[in-house]
């Protein structure tokens, strides 16, 4: 098991960037795939990013590519997801996860451990 933290979340205007980090502790986190997920009021939790466990390997939803960019420093236990031209439509709480493959990244059911989560809120 891993325990994950994430941090970075806050108000921005549309347009703007934010950075969120997910800082795991627990078992050696550079065997995890790490994904991004986020949850909107009345809505269904969505999948944002994914990242392997080199960093080399992405994926991203067509809601958000070419706007977020995942990394991580796997030194630090670290997974970014760096938010450029935010939209109101972004606003939600953003959860970090892990999980052991790259298999069904999108489902966030594979993933075991999952962060508390950080609001995100883009004011038009």
């Known amino acids: 098991q891993v325990q994950l933290v994430e941090s970075g979340g806050g108000l921005v205007q549309a347009g703007g960037s934010l950075r969120l980090s997910c800082v795991a502790s627990?078992?050696?986190?550079?065997?995890?795939?790490v994904g991004w997920f986020r949850q909107a009021p009345r809505k269904e939790r969505e999948f944002v990013s994914a990242?392997?466990?080199?960093?080399?390997?992405?994926r991203y939803a067509d809601s958000v590519k070419g706007r977020f960019t995942i990394s991580r420093d796997n030194a630090k236990n670290t997974v970014y997801l760096q938010m450029n031209s935010l939209k109101p439509e972004d606003t939600a709480v953003y959860y970090c996860?892990?999980?052991?493959?790259?298999?069904?990244?999108?489902?966030?059911?594979?993933?075991?451990?999952w962060g508390q989560g950080t609001q995100v809120t883009v004011s038009s």
């Open positions: 996860a892990a999980k052991n493959s790259f298999s069904n990244y999108v489902t966030g059911d594979e993933y075991a451990d």
């Open positions: 627990g078992r050696t986190f550079d065997n995890y795939v």
């Open positions: 990242i392997g466990w080199s960093g080399v390997s992405t």
